[in-house]
Structure formats: structure tokens, C-alpha cells
């Protein structure tokens, strides 16, 4: 299996900071890489795919870059709303496997 | 708009097996270019990918898994199943249903509408 390892596991920031996410495959996924939101009881919700590319509807204060082994995702400006976890998954082959999580939570 | 709504016991006991459906609405179950999954996540976890199932029926699953699992397709009913034998407690988790958008080939691929979740615990 492709082992997906998020750093940090939990972050805390402000309103209006910039914050990056960061996802390391064990090995090359190309850019079949993926990044999720999930609130608190609520499904997760695609904000990236393909590495770089935003989801219909996400704000564009999300961004993405990487390839291989090596992926971020940054915040530019934070909103009250994007506190919650962030998943990284793979989808380069099966089992498709996810990150541990990154919590987001206010200081 | 596409919705997947999941349904069964949100109970089960030790041993026995775990039944879920997943109903879709706002899409033909049938349309190229999609699998339909089932992830699920314990209390306070990650995401584990169980399996896949194509409109064909051939499925993929995940191998920490794959004695145990299978997945099936009721197109006459918008709906496709799991069913998971012999559970044990490390099996509670809620459990989500999602549709794989999917690229032969290619980019992208990502789970693009995900299910409610729904609770299952495993308890005697």
C-alpha cells in the first residue's frame, strides 16, 4: 500500500494567516492526489484534485501544488470556516489510502 | 445535484454480519466513468477505503479487507451494497458511501459526492 504521512498533524492559526499542509506519498502517486475538508460530523468534501486543481465552488484562497512524492496545500488567507481536518489521499492505485489528517483549530 | 443517502443497522453484534445500502439519486448508477465506494471512519480517526464497485459489477477492494468484504450493484434500484462478515469491534465506525469519479488512464480521479455517513457500532 501507499502510505500518505500529513505534516503537521494539527496547526493552530489565525483569521487571515496563511497555512500550508503538507503530504508525502512513500511513493510516486504522479499528481493523482487529492485534498479533502471535513468538518465536524459532516462527510469530507473535495477541495483539490489532480495535485492543482480547484473543485467547482471551493474559494480560491485554496491552492495546491506537488508531484511525485510531494504535495502541499495552502490557505492564503484563513476564514472562519476552514477550521476543520484536511485529508490528502491518493488515488494513483488501489487500496486508495488517505493521510493521517491535518486539524486545523483557531488560536 | 447527485445524493447518496446510506441505510441498515446501526448495531451489530460480535461475529455477525454488517449490511449497509447506499441509494443515489441525481445520477444513473449506471454511467460510465464512475465507481461507487465505500470508506469508512472510526471515532475520532481517519478515512480507510474499503472498496470499489464498477457498473459492470467488477469490484476492487482493499486488501486489510478483502476476505471479509463484498460489494454489489442493484441498478433497478439506484442502489449498491456492502456487506461485511464477521465484525468485531474494530469494525465500529461510521461508514460513508461516495462516488469515484474516475479517468481511465488519466487525471482525475477523486471522490467527488459522498454520503451523509452512518454510524455502525459493533457491540453485543
Known amino acids: 500500500d501507499i502510505q500518505m504521512t500529513q505534516s503537521p498533524s494539527s496547526l493552530s492559526a489565525s483569521v487571515g494567516d496563511r497555512v500550508t499542509i503538507t503530504c508525502r506519498a512513500s511513493?510516486?502517486?504522479?499528481?493523482?492526489l487529492n485534498w479533502y475538508q471535513q468538518q465536524p460530523g459532516k462527510a469530507p468534501k473535495v477541495l483539490m484534485y489532480?495535485?492543482?486543481t480547484l473543485q467547482s465552488g471551493v474559494p480560491s484562497r485554496f491552492s495546491g501544488s506537488g508531484s511525485g512524492t510531494d504535495f502541499t496545500l495552502t490557505i492564503s488567507s484563513l476564514q472562519p470556516e476552514d477550521f476543520a481536518t484536511y485529508y490528502c489521499?491518493?488515488?494513483?492505485?488501489?487500496?486508495?489510502?488517505f493521510g493521517q489528517g491535518t486539524k486545523l483549530e483557531i488560536k | 445535484q447527485v445524493q447518496l443517502q446510506e441505510s441498515g443497522p446501526g448495531l451489530v453484534k460480535p461475529s455477525q454480519t454488517l449490511s449497509l445500502t447506499c441509494t443515489v439519486s441525481g445520477a444513473s448508477i449506471n454511467s460510465g466513468g464512475f465507481y461507487w465506494t465505500w470508506i469508512r471512519q472510526p471515532a475520532g480517526k481517519g478515512l480507510e477505503w474499503i472498496g470499489r464497485l464498477f457498473t459492470t459489477g467488477s469490484t476492487n477492494y482493499n486488501p486489510s479487507l478483502k476476505s471479509r468484504v463484498t460489494m454489489s450493484l442493484d441498478t433497478s434500484k439506484s442502489q449498491f451494497s456492502l456487506n461485511l462478515t464477521s465484525v468485531a469491534a474494530a469494525d465500529t465506525a461510521v461508514y460513508y458511501c461516495?462516488?469515484?469519479?474516475?479517468?481511465?488512464?488519466?487525471?482525475?480521479?477523486?471522490?467527488?459526492?459522498w454520503g451523509q455517513g452512518i454510524l455502525v457500532t459493533v457491540s453485543s
Open positions: 511513493q510516486t502517486v504522479l499528481t493523482y
Open positions: 489532480a495535485a492543482s
Open positions: 489521499q491518493q488515488s494513483y492505485t488501489t487500496p486508495y489510502t
Open positions: 461516495a462516488r469515484l469519479l474516475f479517468t481511465f488512464g488519466g487525471v482525475p480521479r477523486y471522490f467527488d459526492f
